[in-house]
């Protein structure tokens, strides 16, 4: 088959360096991956087009990049399942990292995330002679997140690292799961305490991308939301996001809708007024446009509102 | 003085253990990788790491009798005994460090069964063994805050009196070319699978360690025996991993008939690797293939079982081969995997001998696949490689930091910097004369997959050998086309080039040495074992044109004598 390709080229080493969009036309094998044809680039046409690569089976991670806007590991994407009719195939480096070469991003800021969450086990007193005793239930619920090839596909195009980059990130709060949920590891608490704070679990926006991008099924979301329910058990509920995640549930059980007014009091803290007077004039706005519910005490009950409550007992009790 | 006592080159298995173990031994170790340590080629080792510590049956004898036999008794007994008693505390400690191996319903680590053993003795992280072991040996890297030069590429080892005293590398960021002096260096740099084409290795095993280790005067172990692997894809080469196998997938020929029952009527599919290459080729050649193929087929197992266990097998099947395996069986066939020779180590991992039977550059120790200890003979058994990497990773820490301790503070010259940038810059001079280094990697890829493969003969190594000699000519006039600093992977490809044809030479050279068969080296015009004349080593060295000088070594055999090999 014939393959176009629009890949983004940059040279640091330029005179004047600035990215830019080059074409190339290629015949390929119709079972070629994204990688194979940019191989074949940098074989036949262009030794100068920078990319990691590596394994060519989807395990050593170092082949992530924006293939038409969303990153994906080149080798583990088909040519043909991304090639539309008379389109080129784009190909970009990943996001919210800084461009290195071409297609090689600098992954600082990612290890440095990883870094954040201190990756290693952190023993509870002294090591056993033999193997620590662990159900295979709970090393089996920890193969998803060590499934992790660390290829940065998910913080390339994670939104809320994209407007904070102090976000801690779905791979390394992923990562920071593995050790929470590992039942050999001692410091579970100190860790859920750090991942409460600015940066941590709450920062997420739960805009679904980590999950859709991520190459191995790590689902990092998941892993966060996972992480959100042990900080609420274990540390309790302290800060703006835990207690957001409480007044939605409490509105919902009550009266079968969201008050929204109340969401924003209750997350940010009845006397925060500052904080509160900063939302006001886009709570005005909201309101005007008939987006927004009235406020407690008029927010009224509706109608089903207790099969919402009895839904909301139900699993309370099934939680006991 | 010197930027380390310790410098290891190398972040995969065997360089992450040795890097941790000198750290803990006290040493200031550093550890130089030309891509990030957990994209090492140990991530893609599926299967899983072999120990005798399970079962009441099992035992480190037959754990070893079983590495002995595999090797077709090519292997250094002392090395497997040793190796082979390290393995249960060695899977002890890499479950401290964190590696969540499968359990049994007790809670304690579980084994599957695989090729060429005796007893269920493999241990396992699903089919992401390599991996889940690879990235908790980073962790502990991080937690102990090793100094990690990260995408360096090292061009030249130094060697001064007979010393070796640390590299010379290209910072790929950059493109700048450094001096990191260290009072010992560990090499730990993988193996040379992509001399062959295709094979299960990653593009960056490219056996620069063993040609670095070569050009500085250290001597090469059976460089001939390179296994192929049983049930490799078709299309591009990828593994699927032995794994399959273990759990109890089937091998059939075109009319459906488990042909192992032919070959090796009681370990069937799980007789060592050399012997089912070889009973596939054969059915292939006889006109029981299809398209150069036999068939893998896990179907009985049921899909619950293939999603769960065989989760990446499954997925690599139908990412690379557009084949759902819980309805069909996938075409597999042999393919380049490993290679048993490598620079040869003594047990306790250095590359120079005392007595100078053998010769390499004092301070220079080896472990994992760049080496040959000889754990691994004439053909590797599954799962016993990651087993190599750690306890000789370990080893070579170990002795490294002592060996450090002892040397003096001796200033090195800068001769080596200046020296590799000039060559650097010779290399960018050079006229583009319309050759390409992808090209003739594929020259050499191919030459030596139709010649030093599953059957070998004299004639078929006589003329790889005359293409490589052929390539290493047009070699020293291929150009480097893009001349930039930062990420210059066409510099990078050009400097692998050269290494790969020292390898590939060295293997033709080996196999035209050994005239017999034995493990994975099967000549068609010698097809027996010959122990009164051939067991023992070849052994290659530089000699002063350039060339290998060949001649070979003793096996060492504690008890264990050979046997006729059957499964
Ligand atoms: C697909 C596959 C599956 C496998 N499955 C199994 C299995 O189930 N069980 C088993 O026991 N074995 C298995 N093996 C074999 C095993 O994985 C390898 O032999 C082993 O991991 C090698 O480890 P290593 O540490 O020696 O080298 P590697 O992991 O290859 O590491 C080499 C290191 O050296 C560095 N390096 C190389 N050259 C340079 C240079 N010039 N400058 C700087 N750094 C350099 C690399 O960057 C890398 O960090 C498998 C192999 C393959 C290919
Ligand atoms: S779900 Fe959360 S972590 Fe994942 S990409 Fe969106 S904001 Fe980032
Ligand atoms: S979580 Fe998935 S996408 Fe993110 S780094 Fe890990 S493997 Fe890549
Ligand atoms: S090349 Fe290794 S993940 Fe793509």
Same mark, same amino acid.
């Given at each position: 088959?014939?393959?176009?390709?629009?890949?983004?080229?940059?040279?640091?080493?330029?005179?004047?360096?600035?990215?830019?969009?080059?074409?190339?036309?290629?015949?390929?094998?119709?079972?070629?991956?994204?990688?194979?044809?940019?191989?074949?680039?940098?074989?036949?046409?262009?030794?100068?087009?920078?990319?990691?690569?590596?394994?060519?089976?989807?395990?050593?991670?170092?082949?992530?990049?924006?293939?038409?806007?969303?990153?994906?590991?080149?080798?583990?994407?088909?040519?043909?399942?991304?090639?539309?009719?008379?389109?080129?195939?784009?190909?970009?480096?990943?996001?919210?990292?800084?461009?290195?070469?071409?297609?090689?991003?600098?992954?600082?800021?990612?290890?440095?995330?990883?870094?954040?969450?201190?990756?290693?086990?952190?023993?509870?007193?002294?090591?056993?002679?033999?193997?620590?005793?662990?159900?295979?239930?709970?090393?089996?619920?920890?193969?998803?997140?060590?499934?992790?090839?660390?290829?940065?596909?998910?913080?390339?195009?994670?939104?809320?690292?994209?407007?904070?980059?102090?976000?801690?990130?779905?791979?390394?709060?992923?990562?920071?799961?593995?050790?929470?949920?590992? @039942?050999? %590891?001692?410091?579970?608490?100190? $860790?859920?305490?750090?991942? #409460? &704070?600015? =940066?941590?679990?709450?920062?997420?926006? *739960?805009?679904?991308?980590?999950?859709?991008?991520?190459?191995?099924?790590?689902? @990092?979301? %998941?892993?966060?939301?996972?992480? $959100?329910?042990?900080?609420? #058990? &274990?540390? =309790?509920?302290?800060?703006?996001?835990? *207690?957001?995640?409480?007044?939605?549930?409490?509105?919902?059980?009550?009266?079968?809708?969201? %008050?929204?007014?109340?969401?924003?009091?209750?997350?940010?803290?009845?006397?925060?007024?500052?904080?509160?007077?900063?939302?006001?004039?886009?709570?005005?706005?909201?309101?005007?446009?008939?987006?927004?519910?009235?406020?407690?005490?008029?927010?009224?009950?509706?109608?089903?509102?207790?099969?919402?409550?009895?839904?909301?007992?139900?699993?309370?009790?099934?939680?006991? | 003085?010197?930027?380390?006592?310790?410098?290891?080159?190398?972040?995969?298995?065997?360089?992450?253990?040795?890097?941790?173990?000198?750290?803990?031994?006290?040493?200031?170790?550093?550890?130089?990788?030309?891509?990030?340590?957990?994209?090492?080629?140990?991530?893609?080792?599926?299967?899983?790491?072999?120990?005798?510590?399970?079962?009441?049956?099992?035992?480190?004898?037959?754990?070893?009798?079983?590495?002995?036999?595999?090797?077709?008794?090519?292997?250094?007994?002392?090395?497997?005994?040793?190796?082979?008693?390290?393995?249960?505390?060695?899977?002890?400690?890499?479950?401290?460090?964190?590696?969540?191996?499968?359990?049994?319903?007790?809670?304690?680590?579980?084994?599957?069964?695989?090729?060429?053993?005796?007893?269920?003795?493999?241990?396992?992280?699903?089919?992401?063994?390599?991996?889940?072991?690879?990235?908790?040996?980073?962790?502990?890297?991080?937690?102990?805050?090793?100094?990690?030069?990260?995408?360096?590429?090292?061009?030249?080892?130094?060697?001064?009196?007979?010393?070796?005293?640390?590299?010379?590398?290209?910072?790929?960021?950059?493109?700048?070319?450094?001096?990191?002096?260290?009072?010992?260096?560990?090499?730990?740099?993988?193996?040379?699978?992509?001399?062959?084409?295709?094979?299960?290795?990653?593009?960056?095993?490219?056996?620069?360690?063993?040609?670095?280790?070569?050009?500085?005067?250290?001597?090469?172990?059976?460089?001939?025996?390179?296994?192929?692997?049983?049930?490799?894809?078709?299309?591009?080469?990828?593994?699927?991993?032995?794994?399959?196998?273990?759990?109890?997938?089937?091998?059939?020929?075109?009319?459906?008939?488990?042909?192992?029952?032919?070959?090796?009527?009681?370990?069937?599919?799980?007789?060592?690797?050399?012997?089912?290459?070889?009973?596939?080729?054969?059915?292939?050649?006889?006109?029981?293939?299809?398209?150069?193929?036999?068939?893998?087929?896990?179907?009985?197992?049921?899909?619950?079982?293939?999603?769960?266990?065989?989760?990446?097998?499954?997925?690599?099947?139908?990412?690379?081969?557009?084949?759902?395996?819980?309805?069909?069986?996938?075409?597999?066939?042999?393919?380049?995997?490993?290679?048993?020779?490598?620079?040869?180590?003594?047990?306790?991992?250095?590359?120079?001998?005392?007595?100078?039977?053998?010769?390499?550059?004092?301070?220079?120790?080896?472990?994992?696949?760049?080496?040959?200890?000889?754990?691994?003979?004439?053909?590797?058994?599954?799962?016993?490689?990651?087993?190599?990497?750690?306890?000789?990773?370990?080893?070579?820490?170990?002795?490294?930091?002592?060996?450090?301790?002892?040397?003096?503070?001796?200033?090195?010259?800068?001769?080596?910097?200046?020296?590799?940038?000039?060559?650097?810059?010779?290399?960018?001079?050079?006229?583009?004369?319309?050759?390409?280094?992808?090209?003739?990697?594929?020259?050499?890829?191919?030459?030596?997959?139709?010649?030093?493969?599953?059957?070998?003969?004299?004639?078929?190594?006589?003329?790889?050998?005359?293409?490589?000699?052929?390539?290493?000519?047009?070699?020293?006039?291929?150009?480097?086309?893009?001349?930039?600093?930062?990420?210059?992977?066409?510099?990078?490809?050009?400097?692998?080039?050269?290494?790969?044809?020292?390898?590939?030479?060295?293997?033709?050279?080996?196999?035209?040495?050994?005239?017999?068969?034995?493990?994975?080296?099967?000549?068609?015009?010698?097809?027996?074992?010959?122990?009164?004349?051939?067991?023992?080593?070849?052994?290659?060295?530089?000699?002063?044109?350039?060339?290998?000088?060949?001649?070979?070594?003793?096996?060492?055999?504690?008890?264990?004598?050979?046997?006729?090999?059957?499964?």
């Amino acid at each position: 088959m014939q393959a176009n390709l629009r890949v983004s080229r940059y040279d640091p080493e330029a005179p004047e360096p600035s990215a830019r969009m080059q074409d190339y036309q290629i015949e390929v094998p119709e079972h070629f991956t994204v990688l194979d044809a940019l191989i074949q680039v940098r074989e036949e046409e262009d030794p100068s087009l920078a990319m990691r690569c590596s394994c060519r089976a989807s395990i050593c991670g170092s082949c992530a990049m924006r293939v038409n806007g969303q990153a994906r590991l080149a080798c583990k994407t088909r040519l043909s399942a991304v090639a539309a009719e008379g389109e080129p195939v784009t190909i970009e480096p990943m996001g919210n990292q800084r461009v290195v070469k071409d297609l090689v991003v600098d992954l600082g800021l990612f290890w440095n995330k990883i870094r954040a969450v201190e990756p290693y086990l952190q023993p509870a007193g002294d090591e056993p002679e033999e193997e620590y005793i662990a159900s295979d239930e709970s090393m089996q619920n920890l193969i998803t997140p060590m499934g992790c090839i660390m290829c940065g596909a998910c913080v390339s195009d994670c939104t809320a690292l994209e407007v904070d980059e102090n976000f801690l990130g779905p791979a390394a709060l992923a990562k920071a799961y593995r050790f929470v949920a590992d @039942p050999r %590891d001692g410091a579970s608490h100190e $860790r859920l305490q750090t991942l #409460n &704070e600015y =940066g941590g679990v709450w920062d997420c926006t *739960r805009c679904y991308m980590c999950v859709e991008v991520c190459p191995v099924g790590v689902a @990092p979301m %998941d892993r966060i939301m996972e992480l $959100r329910d042990s900080v609420m #058990n &274990e540390v =309790g509920v302290t800060t703006p996001g835990a *207690r957001h995640v409480e007044s939605f549930a409490r509105s919902v059980a009550r009266s079968g809708w969201l %008050d929204e007014t109340m969401l924003a009091v209750d997350s940010w803290g009845r006397f925060n007024i500052p904080k509160l007077l900063s939302q006001a004039p886009l709570g005005l706005r909201v309101l005007v446009r008939g987006k927004l519910p009235l406020p407690w005490p008029f927010h009224h009950k509706r109608a089903g509102a207790e099969f919402v409550g009895r839904i909301f007992k139900r699993w309370e009790s099934r939680k006991q | 003085m010197a930027d380390h006592d310790v410098l290891v080159v190398g972040a995969g298995l065997a360089g992450m253990r040795a890097a941790i173990a000198a750290h803990r031994a006290g040493a200031n170790v550093a550890m130089m990788s030309k891509v990030h340590p957990v994209r090492s080629h140990s991530n893609a080792a599926q299967g899983g790491i072999n120990a005798a510590m399970r079962g009441a049956e099992d035992s480190v004898d037959s754990h070893v009798y079983d590495t002995v036999k595999g090797s077709d008794y090519l292997g250094d007994q002392d090395a497997i005994e040793f190796m082979c008693a390290e393995a249960p505390q060695e899977i002890i400690n890499l479950e401290h460090m964190g590696v969540i191996f499968n359990r049994d319903e007790e809670g304690r680590l579980g084994t599957r069964a695989f090729g060429g053993a005796s007893y269920a003795r493999t241990f396992f992280v699903a089919d992401i063994t390599g991996q889940a072991i690879l990235h908790v040996m980073y962790e502990q890297i991080l937690k102990a805050g090793v100094r990690s030069y990260e995408e360096w590429f090292v061009t030249d080892l130094i060697v001064e009196d007979g010393e070796c005293r640390g590299v010379v590398a290209i910072e790929m960021l950059t493109g700048k070319l450094h001096q990191v002096t260290a009072k010992a260096v560990v090499l730990a740099s993988g193996g040379v699978g992509r001399a062959f084409e295709p094979s299960t290795n990653a593009l960056i095993c490219t056996g620069d360690g063993i040609a670095l280790a070569y050009r500085a005067g250290a001597t090469l172990l059976d460089m001939e025996m390179v296994q192929y692997h049983p049930t490799t894809l078709a299309g591009n080469g990828i593994l699927l991993s032995e794994a399959a196998r273990g759990e109890g997938a089937y091998l059939l020929n075109s009319k459906g008939e488990r042909f192992m029952d032919g070959y090796a009527p009681n370990m069937r599919e799980l007789a060592s690797r050399d012997v089912v290459s070889r009973a596939e080729a054969t059915e292939i050649e006889e006109g029981r293939g299809v398209d150069g193929c036999v068939f893998l087929d896990v179907r009985h197992l049921g899909a619950e079982a293939i999603r769960t266990k065989l989760k990446y097998i499954y997925e690599a099947a139908l990412d690379y081969a557009g084949i759902d395996m819980i309805t069909e069986p996938v075409p597999i066939r042999p393919g380049q995997h490993y290679i048993m020779g490598g620079v040869k180590t003594d047990p306790q991992t250095r590359t120079w001998d005392p007595d100078g039977a053998w010769s390499g550059p004092r301070g220079l120790f080896a472990a994992g696949e760049v080496a040959c200890v000889s754990v691994h003979g004439g053909n590797r058994l599954g799962a016993n490689s990651l087993l190599e990497t750690v306890v000789f990773g370990k080893v070579a820490g170990e002795m490294a930091t002592a060996h450090a301790k002892e040397q003096p503070d001796t200033p090195v010259s800068g001769a080596h910097l200046a020296d590799a940038e000039a060559r650097i810059k010779a290399l960018f001079g050079r006229p583009d004369n319309g050759e390409r280094t992808a090209k003739l990697r594929l020259d050499m890829g191919n030459a030596m997959n139709e010649h030093l493969a599953v059957f070998r003969d004299e004639d078929g190594m006589q003329s790889a050998l005359g293409t490589v000699h052929g390539l290493q000519e047009r070699y020293t006039e291929l150009p480097v086309v893009h001349k930039g600093g930062v990420y210059n992977t066409d510099l990078i490809f050009h400097l692998e080039l050269g290494y790969m044809l020292d390898c590939a030479e060295t293997i033709c050279e080996g196999g035209l040495l050994r005239k017999e068969s034995r493990g994975a080296h099967y000549r068609r015009d010698m097809t027996e074992r010959d122990d009164t004349a051939w067991l023992k080593h070849t052994m290659a060295n530089v000699g002063e044109d350039g060339r290998p000088v060949m001649g070979s070594l003793p096996v060492t055999v504690t008890k264990w004598e050979p046997q006729k090999r059957v499964y």
